[in-house]
């Protein structure tokens, strides 16, 4: 790969573009998708020159056309083809393998952009964001409960204070009254202040990350313009000025949730050293000063729910604040009082010794019971949302959000009930010596097996339901091929990759059940720790031997499932921190998931379009500013996606004077359903009306991409017929070797795809002259797209 040079009277520049070139100038940018390529690829060129961008993400031209501008009268054959290259935006070093432990945050993240189409309800979009926030908050305290959970309750207070746990466990003897013969760190509350330092530097590092990629992403400054009238509700807030700049509220949200954090370790600490001193004998002033803690701590969590509950978004305007004070001294505060607490938990008490468990079940519970409230009421206002403008295609009728936003909640009860049943047993090999982990996460833990069951049972639905797919789809490739379907083996690979391209439209109902089941199990398994008290294998103790069986087997299979899972996720984490291929499939799931700003939770992973879209918007307006020339944005999956929301993000003036051309591209089948008031109808309607031309490309095979079902009132048709896929059924002139199954890959091999780009470049027309003295975007020059 080669680096375009800056120098030589050759390529001059101006203000960073090229400029004006003559007449006949067009250009294709091309953006992948998921899973990302090379230059070399896109490009089809094993010389390519880098024209502007760093090693994140920057875009690449053959190295013949650097300077294409100046040659028109080379470029007879078709448009000049640029790449914009981002996979490095998701999949690039080592490091990327940790966000695998933040996947509950980026689903909860999920869960705001997916409300329902409104119109005119700003309250209730408001109250909306507002209880994602605070389920977002409520999965942080989680997280660093569960730390406090292994740190402090099973080593440092468990198994530190039985003798034969701390025996089994030489590097706990210092901790042990026993072992150390009363050593100074022996005392519970000196215990529990050591092992405070796990959480608190669990929650210093996800601070770290985000802060770290909030300077990468959030604070790249998009294109400064004003905002354009949203007439009857129709364009989407994907298109408003600040969409792609939410560096404030990251900043609020993030010092709000390490706030939370801090002060949940306080607790923790706190609360055993605050019960020991209101008991029978406990001294008077250390219980005085235990309730001045206590108040502190509630009061720090009351500031903490109001900084999330005061401010959502702002998107209408570049909201260039930062609310330093805040940011600097919420957090400030919190590590104060958590600093006084550890001095307050580790005051010499003679006599004081650790016995049974931490007061975790009620913890774990009140959270428990506040995740699924949070979850029912979000459901209410989201159908509220719903019943305000109907929309059919929209996943589960409205109720996706909640749907994920349970989902959410349930992977983080899995994650902390997995961390803490495996340390548990490493602790307690014989699991006699000690209490083990709460009751409820052995509840939790419990019900597993019977959502494993309905998955199972789902699968087996989906995959008759497949198998009648395909045997309907047998039938339409023998139409389609006229004489010759010959051979039935051929036909019916085609007909099943149909079928299952076809099951990616059933996901909604999958995600519908499961969440579901998952919200009653929950309840199920919180009443079931609340009455009982005892784990199910005890609680069912004296009734049928069937029900005795069944629980104990539950609470054996889920307690070793939930191991398994929690193994498999530290293997896949290692194996992609060494392997970048393995990096590049975990990148594949951030690829979707982190395409929306940190909205609801600031230790989600970033959001790659706060860079993507500015450096699409940027080199779209530049070069047809300084060029007056023609531009095809080519987009392919992921890359459809980023194109829509580039061209929202664009000039209404330069919008014009572009197109677009999309390829199994998921803006209606997936992000039209999940995500219907950003990508519903009336968005892509809205887009069709304001970009010069777009024409769509899908395939039957293929199980991301689809039509985008836009009525013929908008203008000329945006999808083309389905493309046949294999191109051929046997062996002809053209393809003398069969023919793959293509799916969703190799769009540009179909001969539609040149025939739909010559027809998009037409439909342009001539190029709109380009000014004299191009100027930087933002200036008042009449001539500026951005004025």
Known sequence: ?????????????????TRPGPAGTALELL??????????????DPRTVRITGDDIAAVFRRADDADAERRPDDRRT???PEAYVWCNLTSGNGTRALWLLLLPFMVVNLAHWMRPTARGRRRVVRLYGLLVRLAALSLTVLLVAAACEVALDLAAWQCAGTHACAARHSWLGFLSPEMSDGGWWSSPGRRLALAALVPTALTGLLWYLSLRTWSAYESQQPVTRDPEPEEDGRRTALGRPGFWYGRRLVARLRAAHTAAGLLTVAAAVGSAAAREDRGPGGPTALGVLGLLLEAALAAGACAVVWVVCRRG??????????DARLVRHLPLAALALLALTLVYAGWSRPGWESAGRLPGDAAFGALALAQGLLVIVLAGVAHALHRTEPDRRAAMRGLAGPAVAMLACALGGVMSGGVSQRVSDWLDGTGTSIPGPPVLLTWQASVIPPLLVLLLVLCGWLARRAVRIARDERAVVEREYPGETGDPGRTRRIAYARAMASLTDRGPRIVALTSTATLLLGAGALAGALATGRTPGEAARGSYPVVHGAAETAQAMGSWLIGLGFVLLVTWGRRAYKDPSARRTIGILWDVGTFWPRAAHPFAPPCYAERAVP???????TWTRATG??????????????????????PPSTRKRVALLTYGSPLERLYGRWFPAHFGPAALRSLHQEVDCWRNLYRLTDPIGGPMRLPGDCGPAVDRAALGDPLAYGRTADHPLPAPILGHSDYQADPAFVEERRRLL??????????????EPGTDNPGVPFA
């Open 1 to 17: 790969m080669e680096r375009a040079r800056k120098e030589g009277p050759d390529e001059d520049t101006e203000g960073g573009t």
């Open 31 to 44: 953006v992948h998708g998921v899973g990302g390529t090379t230059p070399e690829a896109m490009l089809n």
């Open 78 to 80: 078709g448009p000049v």
């Open 313 to 322: 978004r702002t998107e209408r305007r570049l909201d260039g604040g930062t």
């Open 615 to 621: 450096d699409l918007t940027w080199r779209i307006a």
């Open 629 to 650: 020339g023609r531009l095809v944005i080519s987009g392919h999956s992921q890359g459809s996606v980023l194109a829509a929301a580039t061209a929202w993000q664009l």
């Open 762 to 775: 037409a439909r342009l027309g001539p190029e709109v002259p380009a000014p004299r003295h191009p100027a």
